[in-house]
């Protein structure tokens, strides 16, 4: 299922997987998917048309959709905002212990929406002092207290990869396709890619991807350490939520205070995007709003280029 809406379960399910993690059967239950959200306060049955983040509740799971397939998820102001409403839902629900993001439509997010960058300038906000408020992705600068999984199929590429930065795992389709794409058209790194990429698979691997902008493949990113683990193609999201619920199942208290300290250890400061920020944000206006033009002409569609 290429990342395909799951539909409501009337029943509780009972699925049994072999742990890839412990190498022993575990039986996990597949509760009631119940549709979910902070704009309302919680359960809620309204259609997906028209929103562009969508969730289901499963559990003590809550799954977190990106829903702009026209552009393969690309993300706009209004995204980036419902993105960081959900997720920070997510992390004050008591009820909830892991999220998994992804994307509707077999594409994870192809980065920040260019064609908003280059006719809506002006209505663009953002927010420099990275303690002040959030990233233009939405919740990139957001320090969760619990888990998150990334699903990803099809492109995750520029802010798009910044997003799949941000969650504690990846699980990579084998037809995906992860990169810096956003260099092509001089929009800087501003949602912590240039913090994280190189914390999770070194300095010359980040480099390597960051200057040349270059696509990598699952089983390239599974050698460096970005994908965690390479399912076939339409499994991301089904995987993503079995992990997720294995992950739910340990004792909570333990489980997020061994994540806090391991994040710790790498990002030890509260402002560990501020010189990202302070050296990206001049290039909007030099090189991304240009950039962001020549792609609303057709420029680099698809991956190309040249």
Request: include cysteine; proline fraction near 5%; aromatic fraction near 6%.
């Amino acid at each position: 299922m290429a990342l395909k809406h799951f539909s409501t379960l009337t029943s509780m399910l009972t699925a049994s997987f072999r742990s890839k993690t412990f190498g022993h059967a575990i039986k996990t239950s597949l509760f009631p998917v119940k549709s979910y959200s902070s704009a309302t306060g919680g359960e809620h049955s309204e259609t997906v048309v028209g929103q562009t983040v969508v969730t289901e509740r499963r559990g003590a799971v809550v799954s977190v959709a990106i829903n702009r397939p026209e552009v393969r998820n690309a993300v706009n102001q209004e995204t980036a905002r419902r993105l960081l409403e959900e997720l920070e839902a997510f992390d004050r629900n008591p009820d909830l212990n892991v999220a998994v993001l992804h994307g509707k439509g077999g594409n994870f997010c192809a980065g920040y929406d260019l064609k908003e960058l280059a006719n809506h300038t002006a209505s663009l906000k953002l927010e420099q002092d990275v303690t002040k408020g959030p990233g233009p992705m939405g919740p990139s600068r957001l320090q969760l207290s619990k888990p998150l999984i990334a699903a990803i199929s099809g492109f995750a590429v520029a802010g798009g990869l910044e997003l799949a930065l941000l969650a504690d795992l990846r699980l990579v389709e084998e037809s995906a396709v992860m990169g810096v794409f956003c260099r092509r058209f001089g929009v800087p790194l501003i949602d912590g890619g240039t913090v994280r990429l190189p914390r999770l698979i070194g300095l010359s691997r980040a480099l390597d991807l960051i200057l040349t902008g270059r696509p990598i493949g699952a089983q390239e990113a599974l050698a460096y350490g970005l994908a965690n683990r390479v399912v076939p193609d339409g499994q991301a999201l089904q995987a993503a939520l079995q992990l997720a619920e294995e992950i739910s199942c340990f004792p909570q208290q333990c489980l997020r205070a061994d994540r806090s300290s391991a994040v710790y250890s790498c990002y030890d400061a509260p402002s560990f995007t501020q010189y990202e920020m302070d050296h990206g944000i001049p290039v909007i206006q030099s090189e991304a709003v240009s950039g962001a033009a020549r792609f609303t002409t057709g420029t680099g569609r698809g991956g190309q280029f040249s």
